[in-house]
């Protein structure tokens, strides 16, 4: 096993944030309210923050008064959530944000109350089997529905392709499935896991692609994509190493002249809990912690 620390820059969240504004599934926004448990005034939490992507993407297309919960542990991540808000809601409706530094493997329903909705995003690969336990229960015994968006799943093509994109991709997927201090990483498997654990707790969920497409107008992005990419690779199988350095060079050549296109695929997943009202609990409830087994400590991207 190997320690874990894991630090995200504000940069590459800036980065990212229009690809993934791109990407999600907007059907299971539509879904999502439709459903009873959406109606009225939503208090969400959005687990692992960072700069407040999730919020800024997902705020507008609700309707209804909004209140947002921002969860990090970096307090400079959720200084910049906090400094550009998301706007109105979908109706023109309020929208107000908190930020709350926390560690949300510590998390239990009585932190959530009244919470009407959990988001997350780019958080499912970085969780352990038991890590995932602990998110699905905290889900359920609030009631609400998830929203999980961004999870990779292990597929990657680069257009046009090299004979040593599928090596680097096999060990980039090792590397997301590594083992560390807290238990093996879920990595591309989260999809399948979630999909098998909320099942198990009765809990409907809900798929959808929701893929990267990046050419020539992200070229910033995919330099950053392809550095990072490589380089977990080489970490997970070393002697990869003596063979990326020309590979590096033409593809960062083909990014500078708008030449390769990456798809890099993912999926969201919107997490229908079992058909009761939510659980108005209060600080005084005695005996509510032990109703969700905290997540193992991680810090999310």
């Known amino acids: 096993m190997t320690a874990e620390i894991v630090r995200v820059s504000e940069r590459w969240l800036a980065l990212r944030?229009?690809?993934?504004?791109?990407?999600?599934?907007?059907?299971?926004?539509?879904?999502?309210?439709?459903?009873?448990?959406?109606?009225?005034?939503r208090v969400i939490h959005d687990l692992g923050c960072g700069s407040g992507a999730m919020a800024r993407w997902l705020a507008p297309r609700l309707p209804g008064r909004q209140h947002w919960v921002l969860h990090d542990r970096d307090p400079d991540l959720l200084a910049a959530a906090g400094a550009e808000l998301p706007g109105a809601a979908a109706d023109g409706a309020a929208v107000t944000v908190e930020t709350k530094r926390s560690d949300i493997s510590r998390l239990h329903p009585?932190?959530?109350?009244?919470?009407?909705?959990?988001?997350?995003?780019?958080l499912l690969d970085m969780l352990t089997e038991d890590e995932l336990a602990g998110l699905a229960s905290l889900c359920v015994a609030t009631g609400c529905p998830a929203l999980l968006t961004l999870s990779?799943?292990?597929?990657v093509e680069l257009t046009p392709g090299d004979p040593l994109d599928g090596r680097v991709a096999a060990a980039f997927n090792a590397h997301?499935?590594?083992g560390t201090d807290r238990g093996r990483l879920l990595g591309p498997d989260a999809p399948a896991a979630v999909n098998e654990e909320f099942g198990r707790l009765g809990a409907e969920v809900l798929e959808r692609p929701?893929?990267?497409?990046?050419?020539a107008s992200n070229a910033e992005l995919v330099t950053e994509w392809f550095a990072g990419w490589v380089s977990a690779a080489c970490e997970q199988e070393p002697e990869l190493a003596g063979h990326t350095d020309a590979y590096t060079r033409r593809r960062l050549a083909e990014i500078m002249t708008g030449q390769l296109a990456v798809t890099v695929d993912h999926a969201d997943l919107l997490v229908l809990p079992p058909n009761r009202r939510p659980r108005e609990s209060h600080p005084a409830d005695s005996g509510t912690s032990s109703v969700c087994a905290p997540l193992a400590a991680f810090v999310t991207r």
């Open 110 to 122: 009585d932190d959530l109350v009244g919470v009407r909705l959990i988001t997350a995003s780019a």
């Open 176 to 178: 997301q499935r590594r």
């Open 17 to 41: 944030e229009p690809a993934d504004a791109a990407a999600r599934a907007r059907d299971l926004v539509e879904e999502l309210v439709q459903r009873p448990l959406a109606r009225g005034r």
């Open 152 to 155: 990779v799943v292990g597929r």
């Open 210 to 215: 929701s893929p990267w497409r990046l050419g």
